[in-house]
């Protein structure tokens, strides 16, 4: 009795809430995106009695009943619709389906079964009796319902790495909605087309399909655009880091994202270079540059040549003002001290080693010029001991000066320096070969260290040699000057050395052709060990002849 009851009771209740639709009537739909929906695809019925299917229909319903009171919105939908497959003309069903939806915040849904609701509803239905509600004013009330879930926006945000993209959803009707990183952007539901861009990134486009009322967040990760990055330093064994990485030696090349970097290249007996550099995307950036060697230091060194040469100054001028070795003896003595202090308390401990070997060289021509520059005029010991030693005195200065205003190199000092005395050994050997007076010997030799110092000074400006390189040189120089002699020796007892073979002229010669083919052998053997500040280039030009007609040059082009 009580099953009995309840059957009875629920199809009364399926009676007064749920009318029959109208058979004749299409179904129809509004919008563009249509859900599919579960009443379109329908098992068949039980093959059971009518009044059976009546009643398992009622069950359905009951239960689709229970589960929306108890917040369990799907598993009322599920019911619902299975009651509404087997009793489609209860068009009142749909209604319930529809707001099931709507509390499960599918609104798409929800719009969808409240339309099937609207339509469903015949023209000239009544209410099913007094208790129930005129299906007239509810469509209305249905209609106001659904074109207020329609006007709910989608709420789109996109998270991006890195931030500050720009996001652009658009549709053939154009753009949507736009804003940044983190931007809550509103949208009609529907199906859009998500851009997102970043300056230096690649841009990144999706589908989405937007459901009205919902929320969405994307996560998207950006790709860089990349740059191509080369990179050479001199040294050739320098190493390189970037942003504290090992990357290579020498040079390198590697594809890097835009952006901002610390290269650092190191190599021993050089000054670390640290460089911040900037990788642009989709663009060539090359870097190229030479590590600066470490500073020599000479103040050791001048301090220890100091004494040396003040002393010997000093001497010399209280030699030619006076005989009196008590006087000499003093002069020589506080020479070496100012010398000493000179260098002590007037030079910086971080004294460039250029700057000293320059000093050192500038005194060592003065006093060969000074010298020479005596003999000249006089040979007289009396004028020339003085400006012996003033020359030493005025070289040291001079080249202290110029050390300090143009900071050589040591390798710069020592081609000076070897300029300087090859010139002057050359001239030297020239003079006793021309077996001059010694005025003109003395103005061979003056012109002589004036040539090899201006020489040594044009090499250097326009060759970087180092001090190993210009000590080859030299050593060459000695070699050829020793492979002289000994040829002159092999050539003498050959002719039972006789006198004039052995003469001072014979030898100076002999001599002099040696350091010549010392020094030419010595410079193209180590050629290569320094490179050349002088760029020279090929150059083809056009020009105009006398005649007025053009013609092709050749030549060569660089800048001194």
Known sequence: MRLALVAIVVGLC????????????????IGKDVPVLEIDDCPPPPDVPAAKLQAIGGEHYARGEVLYQQGDYKGAVIELAAAYCIHPGYYNILKDIGLSYERELDYEKAIAYLERYVIAIPQDAKPANACAEDPQIDRKEVLARISALASLDAKIRVETEPPDARITISNDAGESGFGATGDEISVAGGTYDMKIERSGYHTITRRIHAEIGK??????????VKGHLRVRVVPGDARLYLDREAVGTGAFETELAGGKYTLVAEADDHVTVTRDIEVLPGRDTTIAFELPPKPEYGHKQLLGYAPVAAGTAAGLLAGGASDNALYDVIAVTGGVAGGIAAVYFGTPDDLPLGTSSLTITSSLIGLTAGTALAFTFTD????????????????????????????????????????AVWGSVASGLLAVSFGGDPPVSAGIVLSGLAMGTTGGVLLQRYFTVSRGHAALIDASGVVG???????????????????????DERTSNFALAGLAAGLIVGGVLTRHMDEPKLAVTPSI????????????????AGQF
């Open 14 to 29: 399926a009676s007064a809430g749920a009318q029959p639709a109208d058979p004749t009537r299409e179904a129809g739909y």
């Open 215 to 224: 929320p969405y967040t994307f996560f998207e990760k950006l790709e860089p």
């Open 380 to 419: 007289n010991a009396n004028v020339i001991t003085p400006l012996a030693g003033t020359g030493i005195v005025v070289g040291a200065g001079v080249g202290y000066y110029i050390g300090r205003r143009t900071n050589p190199t040591a390798g710069d000092a020592a081609i000076i320096n070897s300029g």
């Open 481 to 503: 000057i020793v492979g002289g002699l000994a040829t002159l020796s092999v050539f003498s007892r050959a002719n039972n050395g006789t006198t004039a073979t052995n003469s």
């Open 541 to 556: 030009n056009r020009a105009t002849t006398a005649r007025g007609s053009q013609t092709t040059t050749f030549g060569l």
